[in-house]
């Protein structure tokens, strides 16, 4: 390997792990109390459990545990159906 190709793939680590730092220290922010309403009336429209809506979209791994455990089903098929509902409801 050169010595330009080195560089480049240092720069290129530095970058990655720069990025990957700043996407992981962003949090979201809480919901305010009227956000919070309306998030839990429209989970609710939508036929989602109040147990497993409480959760999201803050503890979306509490609601994979509440929605395993009331359904049966596996971890699978638990986290695709909240990560589903998470995209209808924005969270």
Do not use: N
Not at 16 to 38: M, V
Not at 39 to 51: C, E, R, V
């Amino acid at each position: 390997m050169d010595m330009s190709t080195i560089v480049f793939l240092i720069i290129g680590l530095v970058a990655g792990f720069a990025l990957s730092t700043k996407l992981k220290s962003t949090p979201s922010r809480p919901l305010d109390p009227a956000e919070r309403a309306a998030f839990l009336a429209k989970a609710s429209a939508m036929g989602i459990d109040t147990a497993v809506a409480a959760q999201l979209p803050d503890k979306k791994i509490e609601a994979i545990k509440i929605y395993r455990t009331q359904s049966g089903k596996g971890l699978k098929q638990s986290k695709e159906q909240i990560d589903a509902w998470c995209r209808e409801l924005g969270c």
